[in-house]
């Protein structure tokens, strides 16, 4: 007959520090007519109340009452292999970085089912604190890289969730406190002009124009083809897919997975038309020279060659891409102690685009935001320029009909005078 009861009983034998114990019995197997017995102890008699009463709820919700023992180790081995071919390789390096973390936090041998949700909290809190080359120089890590360790601690818990490894996840509920977000440097259509102006080469211009002018991060910009697709003349439109690597032609995925096309404004299809007949026939690749081709083509053969096709990055196509623009800017004279980077251009693009009214979701769409919180966030700047226009429209929503009226209705000999505390200004 199967036993569902959980009980909380005191161990009295002597030199026990952990004296309470929580006993419980695991799923009923019919052919053997047996059901496996679990124990766990504790030096409070509340904790080991708090234990017995998640049980009973877990065991009510249906779950299962066999608990899998399996150590963070092999949950973390098992998820990098299984998840090996679904995520890119920016996306693993990424998981293995947190997973080195869990593993230099915790004991690796520790079982996954003993991490309780104070223990996911202390490991939260110290993020960031942990990685030699930052404090050596004294920083901290970003918030964004610190929300992506959490995410990924999540999402690797969760898995153990799926596989019944554990019953709840104890990062599931943790949120990070966020510092303020860095100030970024919103480019004007002024200073874009002028580093137009203060830019070298037609290559450069493109690349810097594609980006301010619709919205393309850096590395779908460096992936784009002369192929007729990506970039479509006739129609005046960028489209952004993703692309499996051939022999000589490295393959790209888009950031969130999701194929989008974009129309280009005038200026940019003139410079990048200017930029096509300058272009050398025995290269794909829109932004890049024929030598740098040639040596971004031996480097993919030497990838695949080498079985190492995923780990191939945008960045192997080309580099020093941030320094290019930091000069620019310099000999175009902008000066801010605000950040700006290539991103900047795509930033600056989504702003001027939410000031001029095009609501929110076109802008996810042309942009390629999975959610609407990441554009209100981190992509839209509130400039002078718009609450000048705030302004403006408050002036004309009032101004017009408050012109000339008094704050008092008697006559001028109000002015000068005080009325609840406040001096009236003489007309």
């Not at 993020?127 to 890590?141: F, P, S, V």
Request: charged fraction near 30%.
């Amino acid at each position: 007959m199967a036993r569902s009861k959980i009980t909380i009983q005191k161990d009295n034998r002597a030199g026990r520090t952990r004296r309470w114990l929580v006993r419980w019995y695991g799923e009923y197997d019919p052919r053997t007519d047996k059901q496996k017995r679990y124990c766990e102890s504790f030096e409070r008699r509340k904790d080991a109340e708090n234990l017995a009463q998640k049980l009973q709820r877990e065991f009510d919700d249906g779950l299962c009452r066999d608990e899998k023992k399996i150590t963070l180790r092999e949950l973390t081995d098992r998820f990098l292999r299984v998840k090996r071919n679904s995520y890119t390789a920016g996306t693993l390096t990424n998981y293995r970085i947190t997973v080195n973390r869990l593993l230099k936090y915790f004991d690796p041998n520790i079982q996954v089912a003993k991490i309780q949700r104070e223990d996911a909290e202390r490991f939260v809190s110290q993020i960031g604190y942990i990685q030699k080359n930052l404090i050596a120089k004294g920083k901290e890590m970003s918030d964004s890289g610190r929300s992506v360790e959490l995410r990924n601690c999540k999402k690797i818990f969760n898995v153990a969730v799926e596989w019944n490894y554990i019953r709840t996840n104890p990062f599931a509920k943790l949120s990070l406190r966020i510092n303020d977000v860095q100030s970024w440097h919103f480019i004007n259509a002024e200073e874009f002009e002028t580093i137009l102006r203060c830019t070298r080469t037609t290559r450069h211009k493109a690349f810097y124009a594609i980006q301010y002018g619709c919205g393309l991060r850096s590395g779908e910009a460096l992936n784009l083809l002369w192929d007729g697709i990506n970039v479509d003349f006739e129609s005046n439109r960028i489209t952004i897919v993703n692309r499996p690597g051939s022999e000589d032609i490295p393959q790209f995925k888009i950031k969130d997975k999701e194929a989008r096309s974009i129309p280009m404004p005038q200026w940019v299809v003139d410079i990048l038309t200017k930029l096509h007949t300058q272009s050398s026939e025995n290269c794909p690749f829109v932004f890049l020279t024929a030598e740098r081709w040639a040596r971004v083509r031996k480097n993919w053969h030497k990838f695949r060659a080498e079985g190492r096709a995923r780990e191939w990055k945008n960045r192997n196509l080309q580099n020093n891409t941030l320094r290019d623009l930091q000069q620019c800017c310099l000999r175009a004279g902008i000066k801010t102690n605000e950040k700006l980077v290539l991103h900047s251009l795509r930033k600056s693009w989504a702003t001027n685009l939410a000031n001029s009214g095009v609501p929110v979701h076109t802008l996810m769409k042309m942009g390629g935001w999975s959610s609407i919180e990441t554009v209100q966030e981190f992509y839209l700047k509130s400039t002078d320029e718009n609450e000048k226009k705030a302004v403006e429209i408050l002036n004309n929503l009032v101004g017009g009909c408050g012109r000339g009226v008094r704050l008092s209705p008697s006559s001028d000999t109000n002015a000068g005078k005080t009325v609840q505390g406040h001096h009236l200004p003489s007309p």
